[in-house]
């Protein structure tokens, strides 16, 4: 196991160093400069900036300049934020973000896991038939479409919750449920299919002819094995909520990741992109890795080190 | 829509019992830095004016006033200008606020090293250009105490707009005693010390910059707010839900679709302001079909700027002929005023022809416009009046970084641009003087034009340099290296019980000057 993860972790490593490399130069080769904008600077003052931020030298020596930088856990200044370092800007928006996303997360997997197996231990009668269907509606109804209304009717209309900000647990509530939907309904299917696929078990026929009660049968044998595909689905769902969201974060004006990295890239704040690019390869990477190794442990058919 | 009014009317009642003495605005975006020698957005400086005073400020109608300096004289020859400072002017900290502090804020904003962005701003000041350039020592800027508050400017050639120009945070005073120890550092809360009538208390990067009165301001007595939480809305749509919602007190961007429901439903919070402004189309006069004066001349003519004001944009935007805006005060146009529409038609379709451009070998362009807001309905609306004469226009459009790089590099045919800022005509003809630089997009350069405008910037007497400069507009407007299209408007929601916001051309409110009713 422990050589296993070692090597897991040295590929994850050289992953991650390819996705710098490449987002270091893509956002270079992107036209327009951080200092660019309608009024044109003088060539004097343009110079002054760019030997301020080393961008005069050769684009091979700022990657070097770069990778030493990280080597120190630094990420350097931030090109837009001149007040902040791209540190200090990650430290506070990846809270904001890991705060709403991982309500928005056990919203999805708790609810989405408990509609799925309640429909599915009851397939084709009017309860199952209704989760479906809004299943399918939820994942239909992307953040972008969902979190605008839900401003609107709850914000704005009804006037229950605030409609932007992030400053108590109530301005949390109505850009989770927007984040969470997608993932709620995804969750509900998985497990919804996986649960009625598992009661037509042989081993499951057997327990249910040999008169075992139903509770138990869904307790003991259904559930264990229909869960493990909503389990490994867990580290993908966890990595896009806990990453936050440009759209939900832009449309409940949340101070959290998605909106440095949208505002970075407008402006070609490269240090602030990179940076974010960095944090989200990071957990991608890393919320893999833990599904992969929980996975071994659920499901003993997968072998390690092949 | 009736209950969201309703609901919206009964959370804005709730306070109505007591003066509230904290505002919270939309700021539209976030601050790049509150450093006044490093910003370079309209929205820094709302914060920036509220955080520090300079020589010179503007009052609740926009109006240039005494500032730090509670007067100034200029010589006869326009080159010296003396300005005396307020005996009582303190830092918030309780430092007096000297003449030698603006020396040092004039010589960092000017240092190299400093990389203002916006440094230029200053270099009307006689030695101002060689020292941000670093081939001239920081002792060799036109600017000396002479006394604890007495400060002297002396400038490279007369420039009557300094007291205009004095008011941007570039020609903020900065605290030497806290920047010298705290370095880069000294713009954070509780760090930060300023001279305004507001200081920093809080600031969460994309979440809220807050502001507290400045017990020691000079005219602290006047100062009605003592909090102000700028927020970043950067989005539209979320900072008019969080006004509707009663959870900000006044938005400076909201969706333009809004407008007609707002001027229906709730007239008292809407401020439609124009702004002093230009939004113009500019050729690239470098390179074919548009290096023939003539065809310019076409476009321009078959333009119908009234249509797209008042049929496209709807938010009373003022038509413009000339490059200076019509609001922008004491300045004389000198443009003959254009002719009939179907004359004008005429007249192009002649130009055209005469170009070479006829129906059978039809001119065809491609207009650049900047993504995003109206700016596709207005282009779309000026392909359908260039179709009028016969020319075939392809629309291209790009997020505004990608635009601009696109233009300083000559890559376009004929491009949407504007220009806003000062409310002076030379502001606006710098843009077509053939050694301004990239601005120039089109790279127009006409000699006439050149000599008239230099004759301006040596002119110190401001009504014959106003002469000069409309004589310039006129001689350059009839080359046709733009056409001018409208004075853009700045649109707003402002609580009706808020009082002091009072419309002017450069859109400036100072939290100074606003209090609750």
């Given at each position: 196991m422990a050589a296993y993860l070692a090597r897991r972790g040295a590929t994850s490593l050289m992953t991650l160093l390819a996705v710098i490399t490449v987002a270091f130069f893509l956002i270079r080769a992107a036209p327009g400069g951080p200092f660019d904008g309608e009024r044109r600077l003088p060539a004097q003052v343009e110079a002054n900036l760019r030997a301020a931020y080393h961008l005069d030298e050769p684009l091979i020596a700022q990657y070097g300049r770069y990778l030493l930088m990280l080597g120190r856990g630094d990420l350097g200044p931030s090109f837009r934020s001149k007040d902040f370092t791209v540190n200090e800007l990650i430290a506070s928006g990846l809270p904001v973000s890991l705060n709403v996303g991982g309500f928005a997360l056990a919203l999805a997997a708790g609810l989405g896991i408990a509609a799925g197996a309640v429909a599915g231990l009851r397939p084709g009668r009017r309860l199952d038939r209704g989760i479906t269907v809004a299943a399918v509606a939820g994942l239909a109804l992307p953040p972008i479409v969902v979190a605008p209304l839900l401003a609107l009717v709850f914000a704005v209309t009804l006037g229950w919750l605030p409609a932007g900000g992030f400053e108590s647990p109530r301005h949390v509530l109505l850009p989770a449920v927007a984040l969470a939907l997608p993932y709620l309904a995804a969750f509900a299917r998985l497990t919804r299919g996986e649960v009625a696929e598992a009661l037509a078990a042989p081993h499951?026929?057997?327990?249910?002819?040999?008169?075992?009660?139903?509770?138990?049968?869904?307790?003991?044998?259904?559930?264990?094995?229909?869960?493990?595909?909503?389990v490994s689905f867990l580290g993908p769902a966890a990595a896009a909520l806990l990453?936050?969201?440009?759209?939900?974060?832009?449309?409940?004006?949340?101070?959290?990741?998605?909106?440095?990295?949208?505002?970075?890239?407008?402006?070609?704040?490269?240090?602030?992109?990179?940076?974010?690019?960095?944090?989200?390869?990071?957990?991608?990477?890393?919320?893999?890795?833990?599904?992969?190794?929980?996975?071994?442990?659920?499901?003993?058919?997968?072998?390690?080190?092949? | 829509m009736v209950i969201a009014a309703c609901v919206a009317a009964s959370a804005w009642g709730a306070n109505a019992a007591e003066a509230r003495t904290d505002l919270r605005i939309g700021n539209g975006g976030e601050p790049q830095t509150l450093d006044?020698?490093?910003?370079?957005?309209?929205?820094?400086?709302?914060?920036?004016?509220?955080?520090?005073?300079?020589?010179?400020?503007?009052?609740?109608?926009?109006?240039?006033?005494?500032?730090?300096?509670?007067?100034?004289?200029?010589?006869e020859d326009g080159l010296t200008w003396t300005f005396q400072l307020r005996q009582e002017g303190k830092w918030s900290d309780?430092?007096?606020?000297?003449?030698?502090?603006?020396?040092?804020?004039?010589?960092?904003?000017?240092?190299p090293s400093t990389a203002a962005s916006?440094?230029?701003?200053?270099?009307?000041?006689?030695?101002?250009?060689?020292?941000?350039?670093?081939?001239?020592?920081?002792?060799?800027?036109?600017?000396?105490?002479?006394?604890?508050?007495?400060?002297?400017?002396?400038?490279?050639?007369?420039?009557?707009?300094?007291?205009?120009?004095?008011?941007?945070?570039?020609g903020y005073p900065v605290p030497r005693h806290v920047i010298e120890a705290a370095g880069d550092g000294w713009t954070k809360p509780g760090t930060m010390v300023s001279n305004g009538a507001f200081t920093l208390h809080d600031w969460r990067p994309q979440a809220v910059v807050e502001l507290r009165k400045n017990p020691r301001f000079f005219d602290a007595e006047a100062v009605a707010l003592e909090r102000i939480a700028y927020y970043p809305t950067s989005d539209a749509n979320a900072a008019y839900n969080r006004y509707r919602a009663g959870e900000l007190d006044a938005i400076g961007n909201f969706p333009a679709g809004e407008i007609g429901w707002l001027s229906k439903n709730m007239p008292e919070h809407l401020r439609l302001t124009p702004l002093v402004s230009i939004m113009y189309l500019v050729y690239n006069t470098a390179a074919a079909p548009f290096e023939d004066a003539r065809v310019r001349e076409a476009l321009s003519l078959a333009i119908d700027r009234q249509l797209i004001t008042?049929?496209?944009?709807?938010?009373?935007?003022?038509?413009?002929?000339?490059?200076?805006?019509?609001?922008?005060?004491?300045?004389?146009?000198?443009?003959?005023?254009?002719?009939?529409?179907?004359?004008?038609?005429?007249?192009?379709?002649?130009?055209?022809?005469?170009?070479?451009?006829?129906?059978?070998?039809?001119?065809?362009?491609?207009?650049?416009?900047?993504?995003?807001?109206?700016?596709?309905?207005?282009?779309?609306?000026?392909?359908?009046?260039?179709?009028?004469?016969?020319?075939?226009?392809?629309?291209?459009?790009?997020?505004?970084?990608?635009?601009?790089?696109?233009?300083?590099?000559?890559?376009?045919?004929?491009?949407?641009?504007?220009?806003?800022?000062?409310?002076?005509?030379?502001?606006?003809?710098?843009?077509?003087?053939?050694?301004?630089?990239?601005?120039?997009y089109g790279q127009f350069s006409d000699a006439a034009y050149d000599a008239l405008m230099r004759r301006a910037y040596a002119e110190p007497e401001l009504a014959e340099r106003l002469a000069l400069l409309a004589q310039a507009e006129a001689v350059?407007?009839?080359?046709?290296?733009?056409?001018?299209?409208?004075?853009?408007?700045?649109?707003?929601?402002?609580h009706p019980r808020i009082t002091g916001w009072i419309a002017n051309p450069r859109n400036v409110h100072g939290a100074r000057y606003l209090a609750w009713r």
């Open positions: 499951v026929v057997t327990a249910r002819a040999k008169g075992l009660p139903a509770r138990r049968i869904a307790l003991r044998h259904v559930l264990p094995t229909a869960l493990l595909p909503a990453t936050g969201s440009m759209v939900v974060e832009e449309v409940f004006a949340l101070p959290g990741l998605g909106r440095h990295f949208v505002q970075g890239a407008l402006n070609r704040d490269y240090t602030l992109v990179l940076g974010t690019v960095i944090v989200y390869a990071t957990l991608i990477l890393a919320f893999n890795l833990a599904v992969d190794a929980l996975y071994t442990r659920l499901d003993p058919r997968i072998r390690l080190g092949r | 006044p020698h490093r910003y370079n957005l309209r929205l820094e400086e709302a914060i920036l004016n509220d955080l520090f005073l300079g020589l010179t400020t503007f009052n609740a109608s926009g109006d240039i006033v005494p500032g730090a300096a509670a007067s100034w004289a200029v010589s309780g430092h007096p606020v000297t003449a030698e502090d603006f020396v040092y804020a004039f010589r960092r904003l000017l240092a916006l440094a230029h701003f200053m270099y009307p000041i006689r030695g101002a250009a060689a020292v941000n350039a670093g081939t001239a020592p920081a002792a060799a800027l036109g600017v000396r105490a002479s006394g604890d508050h007495e400060l002297v400017i002396e400038l490279a050639r007369p420039f009557p707009f300094l007291a205009e120009r004095l008011i941007y945070p570039t008042a049929r496209v944009l709807k938010s009373g935007e003022q038509p413009n002929a000339g490059l200076v805006p019509a609001m922008v005060p004491g300045y004389q146009s000198a443009l003959a005023p254009a002719a009939e529409r179907p004359a004008r038609l005429a007249r192009a379709r002649q130009l055209l022809g005469a170009a070479g451009h006829t129906a059978e070998a039809p001119l065809e362009i491609t207009l650049r416009y900047i993504s995003g807001g109206e700016s596709k309905a207005v282009q779309l609306a000026i392909a359908a009046m260039w179709k009028d004469i016969g020319v075939a226009t392809t629309l291209h459009h790009a997020d505004l970084k990608t635009h601009f790089a696109d233009l300083r590099q000559g890559e376009f045919q004929v491009a949407q641009a504007g220009w806003f800022g000062e409310n002076n005509a030379q502001h606006y003809l710098d843009l077509l003087v053939s050694d301004t630089g990239d601005v120039n350059g407007l009839a080359k046709h290296p733009v056409t001018p299209l409208y004075s853009v408007t700045t649109r707003a929601l402002v």
